[in-house]
Structures are given as structure tokens and as C-alpha cells.
């Protein structure tokens, strides 16, 4: 496995189709500052365009995940003449961007949970399609403790969880086990720590091995059909469908199922 440094903020790393994306800033509990949130965007885009990356892990370095903005970056702004408006617009505009661009990235992105993922940390879990999380971590949306309602993360929390448990969630501030995380589906497996990175690379592999535009059209209609009515929703998948099965990946996959043989994808 060949590691580089992107930047200060984020580690990079390739095994085979697999890149992997470390957040690096443990001594802020890898809270997003706009720095870290531009290196992670970076990443996403170059590797949206590299045809040899199929999955993407995004995880992180010390014992936290993520522990949401960068409260100190944030409040240092506020001796600015508008007193940190426009500072905080923009801050969490490329916060939005940023988790939009996760959602749009046509290769599927898990999230490696090995510890605390609290306001937009749990939105950044909660904004990837997948994710495995330690039974050591925890998560939580607890703004309404410091006065800042987390009113961003709440959107990608209300889209992975039922209504009452992001509303709890977000009213409460109160953390949760990973194990209530995967009970309301905010996370797909809790595993050992010891286990972790291992099992979400083994997830991301079996990903990985499955063809590359028949994934990346799933994931792109998955999220567009999500949001319309039950009408539109089949009406829309069912010209995705036609379109994949005049797709040559369907063509082999089809014909290797009826011949009882290994697909060869399409490379």
C-alpha cells in the first residue's frame, strides 16, 4: 500500500480500486476546518475522475472521528466588522458543498467510524452511502447544547434516520452507542475496533468487484428517485432499468447467470 500526504489535514492511500482518505487532524479531533473540507473536496474530485479508484473509505487518525466545525476557527471571526457573517456563510456553504459533492460522487463512499462523530462529523457519516463503525464509537448531534442548533447536519441526519430519532437526536444533544446508530440506521455494521479498518476495506472491495457503471448508475438513481413521489419514482426507474439493460454490462451479466459461468466485465 503506497501512502502520500495530500496535504496537512488529509492522508491518502490506493489498495487496488480502493482509496482510502484519513483525516488528520487528531490534536482538533479532526473538527472540519475549511482547510480540511477543501482537501477532502480536492480528493473526492480527483478521485471522481480516476478511473481506478471504484470505492473511496473516508476515516480518520487519533481516537476521534470527527467532532464537527471547527469552533475556534469559527469564533475567531467574529471580531470581523460584520462580526463573522460572512465568514460563517461561506463556511457553511462549503460544508453543504462539500457533503452534496459525497452524495453526487459517482463511486460509492463508506465511512470508517473508529470514534466520537458529533454535529457535522455525524453529518459527514450520515452524508456517505455506507458505514462501519467501531463498538467503541459514539455519535451525536449535540448543538443545541452551545446555543447553534446543528441545523446543516440535521439534513443529512433526517435523510439516513426516522423523523422522531433525528428530531431526539437533535433536541437532546444526548450521544449515542453505535449500536442504537445501526439500530436507526445511521451506520451499516458495528464491528470490533481491532476489526475495523479490515472489515470496512472488505466492504469496500466486494464493492469494488462488482461492474463500474452499473454501480455508478444505482447510486446516482438511488438518490434522485428517493426524493420523488412513488409515481415518478418507478416511472423514472424504470427507464434507468431499460436504459442498464442496453447497457454491455447487463448484456454479459445476463448471459453469464443463463450460461451458469463468471461474468467478464467490461473494463
Sequence with gaps: MNITQ???????????????????RPQARNALSSSLMGALSNALEGAAADTGVRVIIIAAEGSVFSAG???????????????????????FTQCSALMQQI?????PVIAEVQGTATAAGCQLVASCDLAVASSQARFATPGVDIGLFC????????RSV????????????????????????????????????????ALAQTIASKPRATVRTGKEAFYRQIEMPLDDAYDYASRVMTENMLNAEAEEGICAFL?????????
Aim: hydrophobic fraction near 45%; aromatic fraction near 2%.
Design 69 to 91: 466545525h471547527d469552533l475556534k476557527e469559527m469564533n475567531a471571526r467574529r471580531s470581523e466588522d460584520d462580526d463573522g457573517a460572512g465568514a460563517f456563510a461561506a463556511l
Design 103 to 107: 452524495v453526487a460522487c459517482p463511486k
Design 162 to 201: 426516522s423523523r422522531k430519532a433525528a428530531m431526539q437526536m437533535l433536541l437532546t444533544g444526548e450521544m449515542i452507542s453505535a449500536d442504537e446508530a445501526q439500530a436507526l440506521g445511521l451506520v451499516n455494521r458495528v464491528v470490533a475496533p481491532s476489526r475495523l479498518q479490515a472489515e470496512t476495506m
Design 259 to 267: 450460461e451458469k459461468r463468471e461474468p467478464q466485465w467490461p473494463a
Design 151 to 158: 441545523s446543516t447536519p440535521m439534513v443529512a441526519l433526517s
Design 6 to 24: 495530500l496535504e496537512s489535514p488529509l492522508k491518502s492511500a490506493r489498495d487496488g480500486a480502493v482509496l482510502r482518505l484519513s483525516m488528520n
